[in-house]
């Protein structure tokens, strides 16, 4: 039969990979303010690839509702989850305005919440009461870490702290390494601490963690440890592709990650 010109060919023995919705494989990208025009390009490209997409930090509230609403109906109309980034959920905390952002993310239509503690100081146990209280009515993602390196937990205190919150009642624990990646499970250089990476995975159920990666090497390092379905997150928006190209093998830097050519004289 006569393949069609216009038909894209079909590599062989790619990595399989998960469909949306995803439970594993989930690539949340972080949004710093995109107009409307810029959101809607991308989203044509990349939108297959994307799984969550969090509007970083206090961003959300600096955008113009109507401008807001709009990136937000986009969005979902793409399959995709939109959030606010905790930061905005810590904000409203600490100001004693919790009922004024249920009210807020409920007249925009969101079903996702992050819920952080890492800009503030609040006892875990209220963290957790928070997540469950919110799990009731949204799909929660929890933040473990810290935003600078003030006071890293240990490996223990990692676990002990994912395993309340899923227990609590998140959908998943999103493993913090800020947007530069220098801080929580990453080093200063940008190194992971995979002492504390070992601990999470032998404790936790992978499916239920994302890791923050959003430099090029620290993707590569969660993928090849843990396989293409890994869940990653703070993806810039401009690197969907080249992510999902590592994820499949269809970049050097995991080329032969997870594919076996039929002449070993064709890996380097």
Not at 30 to 56: F, T
């Amino acid at each position: 039969m006569m393949m069609s010109s216009m038909a894209k060919p079909q590599l062989k023995d790619l990595p399989d990979r998960t469909r949306k919705p995803r439970e594993s494989g989930i690539t949340m990208v972080i949004e710093r303010g995109l107009g409307v025009q810029a959101l809607e390009d991308l989203l044509q490209v990349h939108g297959e690839y994307i799984d969550l997409i969090k509007l970083g930090f206090g961003t959300a509230y600096l955008t113009p509702e109507p401008i807001l609403k709009e990136k937000i109906r986009l969005i979902q109309s793409a399959t995709i989850e939109v959030f606010f980034g905790g930061t905005l959920w810590e904000a409203f905390f600490v100001r004693e305005q919790m009922d004024d952002y249920l009210r807020w993310i409920d007249r925009l239509g969101l079903q996702t919440v992050e819920i952080s503690d890492g800009s503030i100081a609040l006892a875990h146990e209220e963290k957790c009461r928070w997540i469950e209280r919110f799990a009731r009515s949204y799909r929660v993602l929890s933040e473990v870490g810290y935003k600078d390196q003030r006071s890293l937990p240990t490996s223990a205190e990692w676990v002990e702290r994912i395993q309340a919150e899923l227990q609590a009642g998140a959908w998943k624990v999103v493993c913090e390494a800020r947007e530069s990646g220098t801080t929580g499970i990453f080093t200063r250089e940008g190194t992971p601490r995979s002492d504390v990476v070992e601990a999470i995975v032998q404790a936790c159920p992978v499916e239920s963690v994302i890791w923050e990666a959003p430099q090029k090497h620290q993707q590569v390092w969660f993928l090849r440890r843990l396989g293409p379905n890994v869940n990653l997150g703070n993806i810039p928006l401009a690197d969907v592709l080249s992510v999902e190209a590592l994820r499949q093998g269809l970049r050097g830097d995991t080329f032969f990650a997870f594919f076996t050519p039929a002449r070993q004289e064709w890996m380097p």
